[in-house]
DNA sequence: TATTGTTATACTCTATAACTATA
DNA sequence: TATAGTTATAGAGTATAACAATA
C-alpha cells in the first residue's frame, strides 16, 4: 500500500504502455530482417561462439528447440556449427561475416532507434536512465527474448 | 544517433531488465490465482460488462478465441453470459460477485506489488513517473494482456 | 554412466475459414 | 445481406521424453 499511486495514472500501467511500445518496435525491427523471434534472439547472443546448450540457457529454451532455429539460421547463412575437437559432441556455434553483419545492424536499430524516448530531452533521459539503474539493482541484464516473446501480431 | 547511450548501459538495455522483472511479477501473479494469461487478461476487463465481440477487441485477439476463453471462466463461477435481450446474437459477459472479488484482488497485487520500484524514494517514483509519462505522450493504456504474452515459464 | 545434440510428439496461444442463429 | 458467436483447423512457440553419439 506504499508503492502505489503517483497520480492517478499508477506507475505499474504507463510500464503497460512502455511495454507495449517496445514490442512493436522489436517486432518491427526483426520483421526488416525477416527474422523471426527465436531466430533473432539467438542471433543476437551470437555475438560470442556458444555452444547449442549455452545458447539454449541463454535464452530459457529447452535444447531440444536450439536445432532448428540453428537451422533455419544456418540455412540463411548466418551461423556455422563447428564440431568442437575436444569434444566431438558438441557444436560451437559461430557467427559468420554476413551473420554478424546482420546482429550488427540490428542489435544498433534496437537499441538506437527506440522511438520512446525520443520526446525527452537528453537530461531527461539522463535521469530516467538514473532512476532505472537505481530501480533495477545489481539484476544482471537479460536477453531480447524476453521482449520476442509472444506471436508477432497481424494486424 | 542521438537517442544513444547514456552511459555504458544503455536506456534500451535497462528497459528489457525492468520488463524482464514486469513479466515474471505478471507471471507470478496469475498463478497464484490458477488462471492462464489469456483468462487474467479477459477477466481484468470485464471490470465492466462487454459483449464477447468488445472483448476479443480490447484484447486483440480473433474473436474466435474468446469462446473457450469465457468458457473456462464460466465454469470457474468468475463470470456470466447473459443473452442481450434488445440483440439476442449478443452475449452479455458479466462478472459474477467472485469474478469480481477476484478481479479486485488480482488488479491491486498487479498493480501495488510491482516490486521493482520498492528500491526508489517516494520522490523518486514521482520523477520516474513524470518521465515516463511524457515519453510515452498521449499512447492510450494498454492491457494488461501485453504483459502476459508468452508461455508461462516451466521451472 | 552422464552429457550433447536430435527427433518425435504434445500442448498452449492465436489466426483463418466455414457454419448457425439472429438481425 | 450482415453481424455475433461457435466450431474446426492450422501454425508458431515451447516443453517432455526417448534416442544416438561421444565422453
Redesign the interface.
Known amino acids: ?1 506504499e ?2 499511486a ?2 492517478e ?15 512493436e518496435h522489436t517486432h518491427a525491427c526483426i520483421a526488416q530482417f525477416d527474422l523471426s523471434a527465436p531466430q533473432a534472439a539467438a542471433l543476437l547472443r551470437l555475438d560470442q561462439a556458444l555452444s547449442q546448450r549455452e545458447l539454449a540457457s541463454c535464452l ?1 529454451y ?1 535444447a531440444s528447440n536450439i536445432t532448428a532455429i540453428v537451422d533455419s539460421l544456418a540455412e540463411r547463412g548466418l551461423v556455422e556449427r563447428q564440431i568442437d575437437p575436444s569434444d566431438r559432441r558438441v557444436r560451437r556455434l559461430v557467427a559468420t561475416t554476413e551473420g554478424n553483419r546482420v546482429l550488427g545492424l540490428l542489435r544498433e536499430r ?5 522511438p ?5 530531452r537528453d537530461d ?6 538514473a ?7 545489481d ?6 527474448v ?2 520476442f ?3 508477432r ?1 497481424s494486424e
Open positions: 500500500m508503492v502505489v503517483t497520480s495514472v499508477r506507475l505499474a500501467e504507463l510500464m503497460l504502455v512502455v511495454l507495449d511500445q517496445f514490442r530459457k529447452d534496437l537499441l538506437d532507434e527506440a520512446l524516448f525520443q520526446t525527452l531527461e533521459r539522463a535521469q530516467l536512465h532512476l532505472l539503474a537505481k530501480a533495477v539493482g539484476r544482471k541484464p537479460t536477453a531480447w524476453e521482449m516473446r509472444g506471436p501480431r
